[in-house]
């Protein structure tokens, strides 16, 4: 069975600072993870995935994720935070190369103070 | 190209009927996912559809069924609705290849259980 905790359901950060979102996997096979973000009444937007071909990724809006096995990480990161930034974080972990059946973490809202 | 599209928005029922939910997947897509997006519970996953067969199905009662179309077309069907049914429901649809699928979420129908 595999799992996802997301650390803090609540990140709030000042614009132009660092943003980490906490994402820890539990998985008996070699994970795909991914991260999605949701603005508010829409559906999930895919960020970045890690396919095992690098373990830093590079996504979408200068976002990007380590993949740490030894520490069975995966956290979402962007050096300098913009106020459309503001949406809730979800982090996901597939079984095999299927992303269509996933397991989701709870989700992270992140807040951006002007 | 147009994205997923999911129908209706919003709806809202009554306790013990039921509801039939639509989602058009992306011109060429086969697989589509269903999931139900609650804040108790999160992201869930409800099944996953492949050139009209079942392929995956998650954790929910028998209430909750789909199917999928010779044009991939879906629909989910929930009966004999209760108050706990409400949700986002979302669906995904990815196109197989090689490596790990992209999944492309549609917008969302907001079901209300009154």
């Known amino acids: 069975a595999q799992s996802v905790t997301q650390l803090g359901s609540h990140v709030s950060v000042s614009e132009g600072a660092l943003v980490l979102l906490r994402c820890n996997y539990s998985?008996?096979?070699?994970?795909?993870l991914f991260w999605y973000v949701q603005y508010p009444n829409q559906g999930l937007q895919l960020l970045l995935k890690?396919?095992?071909?690098?373990?830093l990724v590079k996504g979408i809006n200068g976002f990007e994720a380590e993949f740490k096995k030894s520490e069975t990480s995966f956290h979402l990161t962007k050096p300098s935070a913009h106020m459309s930034d503001a949406a809730e974080y979800f982090c996901?972990?597939?079984?095999?190369?299927?992303?269509?059946?996933?397991?989701f973490g709870d989700g992270t809202t992140l807040t951006v103070k002007p | 190209k147009a994205g997923v599209t999911q129908t209706p928005r919003y709806l809202i029922k009554t306790r013990g009927q039921q509801v039939t939910l639509s989602c058009s997947p992306i011109?060429?897509?086969?697989?589509v996912s269903w999931y139900q997006q609650t804040p108790g519970q999160g992201l869930q996953f409800l099944f996953e559809?492949?050139?009209?067969?079942?392929?995956n199905k998650g954790n929910f009662p028998g209430r909750f069924s789909g199917r999928q179309f010779s044009n991939s077309r879906s629909e989910m069907n929930v009966s004999t609705l209760e108050l706990g049914d409400s949700a986002l429901y979302l669906c995904?649809?990815?196109?197989?290849?090689?490596?790990?699928?992209?999944?492309?979420f549609g917008e969302g129908s907001w079901l209300t259980v009154v």
């Open positions: 998985s008996s096979v070699p994970p795909y």
């Open positions: 011109s060429g897509h086969r697989s």
């Open positions: 995904a649809s990815s196109l197989e290849g090689t490596g790990v699928n992209t999944i492309y």
């Open positions: 559809y492949f050139s009209e067969t079942q392929r």
């Open positions: 996901a972990v597939s079984e095999g190369a299927n992303a269509g059946k996933s397991t």
């Open positions: 890690y396919t095992s071909a690098a373990t």
